[in-house]
């Protein structure tokens, strides 16, 4: 099944570690074949990793983006999940730490990805309450 995409204007997005760019007009892209795709909204930078769920998150998006290094990001994944976890008493961020655990297990990165955003949204709202 071909994946529809649709790109605001001046949106970038990262496919097979290659940066591409879209011009001053909305434009839609359809991949017919499996590609690691990121839009620029799911792209983490180093510098933007500043809180728990986030270094969670980004070993998960190297795993997806670098695929010949995974066991060195899949490594630092596993160290701070655990790290996360055992910091963590709440239910239902627990059932977020397992499936996002089930899908990086299963080379489901993406959904990982996915998944992982509600951490970091977890995250935010435990700190917000502070």
Known sequence: MALKLSLKPDERLVINGA???NGDRRTTLIVHNKASILREKDIMQETDVTTPARRIYFPIMLMYMDQGQQDKYYEEFVLRMTEFMNAISTPEAIEICVKVSREV????YYKALISCKKLIVFELDKLAAV
Do not use: K, P, S
């Not at 297990?105 to 489901?108: D, K, S, V, Y």
């Open 105 to 108: 297990m299963n080379r489901n």
């Open 19 to 21: 940066v591409l760019a």
